[in-house]
Each structure stands twice: as C-alpha cells, then as structure tokens.
C-alpha cells in the first residue's frame, strides 16, 4: 500500500493544472451595488491541454485568467492548481498580457534576462540563456535592439520568450496576438503551436477570434455574454496535430466545428453588443 506523500505525488499527478469549481466574481459599484461579472463558472484544464475561450466583450474572459493567475481571488468558489489551492499569486503561470509587457529602456535580450536575473540566476548565464530563447522565435541577430525599433510582431516575440525562458507549467495568454495584423497573427499562432509542441505545458487562451481559438485549441470554450456571464459550451476541436494555421482552416472538420460553435455564440455576441450600444 501507498505510503502518504506516494498517494499525494499520485494526486498531483493526475489533478488538473488548472481546476475552475463554481468560481463567482462580484465587483462593489461605486453606487453602492452589487456587479456579478462571472458566474458558477467550472473549467478544468488538463496537464499539457491548450483551452481557449471566446465570448462577447466584457463577459469575464480576461476575469477568469486573472483568477487563474492569483491576481485577484474569486468572490464564491475554488480555484486549484495541479490539486493544491490557489491562494496567492500563480508561480507556476507565465502571463502573457495583450498589451507589450517589454522595458522600453532595455534591449530585447535584458527584456528576456530579466525573469531569470530577478530570480537568482547570474547575469551571464541569464543572458546566454535569453539569447537561445531569442534564436528560437526568430530573433536570434535582434538581442540589441530596444522595443521602440521592434515592430508589433517582433515584441510578441520577445514577450513570449521572456515568459517561456522560466520555464512555467501553465501559460495564461490573454488575447495576445489581438493587436497585430492578419498575417502576422497567424505567423504568431504557429510560431507558438510549434513552441508548445516541443514542451506542451497546460495553455489558457483568451481570444474574440472563433478561428484562432479552434486552429491553436484541443478545446473551445464559450462563455455568454454578461452581467453574471456562464459558461455555456465546451467543444473538442478533433483536428490532428501538428497544424498549420492556414492550411487547418481549409479542413472541413474545421468549418464543421465553426458553424456549430457559431451557431451558439452569434446570439451572445449580440447581446453584448447591444449591451455596450445602451440598447
């Protein structure tokens, strides 16, 4: 029989890397009432699974990720992170924010040393290390330039990098690559499949797109539109890996799954439009 710590390693090992159970978030307006942002909301997101979530703007995605990152606690409900409670700050999450997260007054390599530097590692082996992270998104021959002569898709780059050099467990990426044109997010999408391909940690990613969330995700998750927003659908995306970005996008399997999930979303969408019109 299983000593104690053996039965919990065992635990650990089969729990979520991320468990959501009946998570609320309830915010105090400034009249005095009460806002219900999220609702009763559960989601698990197994070891090395890439889960996306869509829904309407302002119906609590980017409220979900934060309570996943321990930035704010939820006001009813349990968060867990690979089966041990979340109460306090996520350090096995790397966070990557729509907005650039860069120094603008470091060069692209200190942006990426700096995780490592902060944390203990010399200044030498950071920067040696941070250079290799470099050359894997493709900016290998880019370490001394500053953010300002970066374009939008090069600062991804160097924002992913300076949060995969840690090496988390989880990453947290709130709709990323939404600033950045077309062609460039698609450059992004597979730039980062092919990165998590080679070390699948546990992704949860927010995103307006239907498309980049079933041509990056093994799961689609829908919430509706707010106040008190819900998760109302949860599909499997049954399309084989390695994909393409533009070449997933001709399968049928994925225009199958569009309108299906389409079919759900398009009326949450427009209530939260409508929502935000005053209507």
């Not at 989880?170 to 709709?175: K, N, P, W």
Request: hydrophobic share 45%.
């Amino acid at each position: 029989m299983a000593d104690g710590a053996t039965a919990a390693a065992r635990r650990t090992a089969q729990a979520a890397a991320v468990a959501l159970d009946r998570v609320s978030v309830a915010f105090r307006l400034a009249n005095g009432s009460l806002y219900t942002a999220v609702e009763r909301a559960t989601l698990n997101v197994a070891d090395g699974e890439f889960v996306a979530i869509v829904g309407p703007t302002g119906c609590g995605k980017s409220t979900l990720l934060n309570i996943a990152a321990g930035l704010m606690p939820p006001s009813a409900g349990r968060v867990d992170i690979f089966g041990e409670p979340l109460n306090a700050l996520n350090r096995q999450a790397g966070y990557l924010f729509q907005a650039d997260a860069l120094f603008p007054w470091k060069t692209a390599l200190e942006n990426v040393a700096i995780g490592l530097e902060t944390a203990g590692t010399p200044s030498g082996e950071a920067r040696e290390r941070a250079q290799a992270w470099l050359t894997r998104v493709g900016l290998g021959s880019f370490g001394d330039r500053y953010p300002h002569m970066l374009s939008g898709g090069q600062r991804k780059r160097v924002g992913l990098a300076q949060v995969l050099i840690r090496d988390p467990k989880i990453l947290l990426m709130d709709e990323p690559f939404g600033p950045l044109d077309a062609q460039t997010r698609q450059i992004m999408g597979n730039l980062l499949l092919d990165l998590w391909s080679a070390d699948r940690k546990a992704v949860l990613f927010i995103t307006h797109d239907l498309e980049e969330a079933i041509a990056l995700s093994d799961r689609v998750v829908i919430m509706s539109a707010g106040p008190a927003a819900r998760i109302i659908g949860d599909w499997r995306v049954k399309i084989a890996r390695p994909r393409d970005i533009s070449e997933v996008k001709l399968d049928a399997k994925f225009h199958e799954l569009h309108r299906e999930i389409w079919h759900t979303l398009k009326a949450e969408v427009i209530k939260g439009y409508e929502q935000t019109e005053g209507g």
